[in-house]
């Protein structure tokens, strides 16, 4: 613990997170941000899109919802980070030394899906990253240090990746992968009853998640189906994911990577350890190659092959570790200096950029703006909190009007932001596809009777016919007062606040 590369690695945690903690509090939620809100306003075993841990931190890191901003429900990424980070040294040093896992710790910040996205941002990725990384640092004991006779090290393992799960389903793919290692080296091992065990406990862990979806006809699994279930090669979409996974892991990440793999694969760099480079490629490659395969048919996500790639920063690590004796390396330093200017960067286009990258012409809704995800909700909500008091005391609307959405997007910004200022409740009304964990809040909030009003809020880059969406429910649809959101004196968005009057026609559950 008094080593050299002990002490940088933890000032390392202690001066990147501090960094991002004034980063969290400077940009408001974004879309998915806001939503995984709603896991804790309404924690359940299981949710529409994913497993419950998300939700359960951000209880945990905002007090039982008693702190919400955006420091409390970014605190749980930033934590989870900063143990990820120490994991990481410490399997580096397991399997070479501590320079290659101190150069490991460094990659891991300087990746932009390790680092930011899972590492700042609140996603279902940030509580698996600590027991992703925490998992592999077992593994690596298990075959370096001979364990597999320790029954404590192989349940905590099933528990490791248990918990990975319970964050998201793919954490299951830990087992695919050392099992595939141990098809090739350590094949006496699967006689081991303590493996079938550790299997045993992640099964147990799981059990909430299959427990939720056999009363809800397991719908997670439909949904998540239907995502990735088409036939038609499309070979544009494979070029699109890896593009998308050579932004994330960082360009100068991404190349490093690439050397420093085809290095070990040519013999160039060695571990010390024994099957060492076995094992990382078995946790890597097969499960960026399966997103590879699924993005032929399917449009997918750069950040759902995210995890593949953090056994190779083991190997980036080595190969920094054999050619250089500098602290910081110019990989990392080129990649270090194009996070900071990406973060500083992205900080000052989301709170002063007069313009944004969609249209937000009155007659022209516009398009999808990345800035306008983490920006103008606080403002639009102080604004629509007085306007809504004026209509109930004007008479123009009932008290206690809901506001209505057809997706969960912006829903999750009106959840989180408005209904703090107006305490006004958001109720779903459309496709389960489309409105996904509103449909089960919904079953727990008073819902609309026949003559009530509610609110519509449409931000301009995110078009809705409202009359097309809501005309059946309600008897009449005003034209909607428009709320403006400006940037440094430029207009980047309008909000469009419809009054809808007169409920005539409930909404059909669309839960059983």
């Not at 809501?470 to 009054?499: A, H, K, N």
């Amino acid at each position: 613990m008094n080593s050299q590369y002990s002490k940088k690695v933890l000032w390392l945690i202690l001066i990147v997170s501090i960094l991002k903690l004034i980063t969290a509090s400077m940009i408001e939620l974004g879309n998915d941000e806001v939503y995984y809100w709603t896991y804790a306003v309404q924690p359940d075993w299981n949710h529409f899109d994913h497993p419950p841990m998300v939700g359960w931190m951000i209880r945990l890191t905002s007090l039982n919802l008693n702190w919400a901003t955006e420091v409390s429900l970014r605190l749980g990424s930033v934590l989870c980070a900063a143990l990820s980070t120490w994991f990481i040294f410490k399997t580096g040093k397991l399997i070479a030394n501590e320079k290659t896992g101190w150069y490991a710790a460094l990659i891991y910040n300087c990746s932009v899906y390790t680092g930011i996205i899972a590492g700042l941002f609140i996603l279902p990725d940030s509580p698996q990253m600590p027991f992703w990384t925490g998992a592999l640092y077992i593994m690596a004991h298990l075959f370096i240090r001979n364990d597999e006779n320790k029954l404590s090290t192989w349940l905590m393992l099933g528990l490791m990746i248990g918990l990975a799960t319970l964050c998201k389903v793919h954490g299951l793919y830990l087992w695919a992968g050392f099992g595939l290692f141990l098809l090739i080296t350590r094949i006496k091992w699967l006689l081991n009853w303590r493996l079938y065990a550790a299997v045993a406990v992640t099964l147990i862990c799981v059990l909430p998640i299959v427990y939720w979806n056999v009363i809800n006809d397991f719908i997670t699994y439909r949904y998540h189906s239907d995502r990735v279930t088409h036939t038609t090669i499309q070979w544009d979409m494979l070029g699109r994911e890896i593009a998308g996974e050579f932004v994330y892991q960082n360009p100068i990440i991404f190349i490093l990577l690439l050397i420093s793999l085809v290095a070990m694969l040519r013999k160039r760099i060695r571990f010390n350890r024994k099957k060492a480079s076995t094992w990382l490629l078995c946790m890597s490659l097969p499960m960026i190659f399966l997103f590879w395969g699924v993005s032929l048919l399917n449009p997918t996500l750069p950040h759902w092959s995210g995890p593949g790639y953090i056994p190779l920063f083991f190997v980036g690590g080595l190969f920094l570790e054999r050619r250089s004796f500098k602290i910081f390396p110019g990989f990392i330093k080129v990649a270090g200096v194009l996070m900071i200017i990406v973060l500083i960067a992205g900080v000052v286009l989301v709170r002063l950029s007069p313009v944004n990258f969609g249209s937000h012409d009155r007659e022209n809704y516009g398009e999808y703006c990345p800035t306008l995800d983490l920006s103008g909700w606080k403002d639009f909500s102080k604004t629509f909190a007085a306007k809504v008091k004026d209509d109930e005391t004007k008479g123009l609307m009932k008290p206690h009007s809901p506001m209505v959405i057809n997706k969960w997007f912006p829903g999750g910004h009106l959840e989180f932001y408005t209904t703090k200022e107006t305490g006004l409740a958001v109720i779903g009304i459309g496709h389960l596809d489309d409105i996904h964990k509103f449909a089960w809040l919904n079953k727990e909030r008073q819902s609309l009777h026949l003559g009530d009003d509610a609110y519509a809020i449409v931000p301009s880059n995110l078009p809705l016919n409202v009359r097309e969406a809501y005309g059946q429910y309600f008897t009449e649809i005003q034209i909607p007062d428009l709320i403006m959101q400006r940037r440094s004196g430029g207009v980047v968005r309008y909000f469009y606040v419809y009054r809808m009057k007169g409920c005539k026609l409930l909404p059909k559950s669309i839960l059983p």
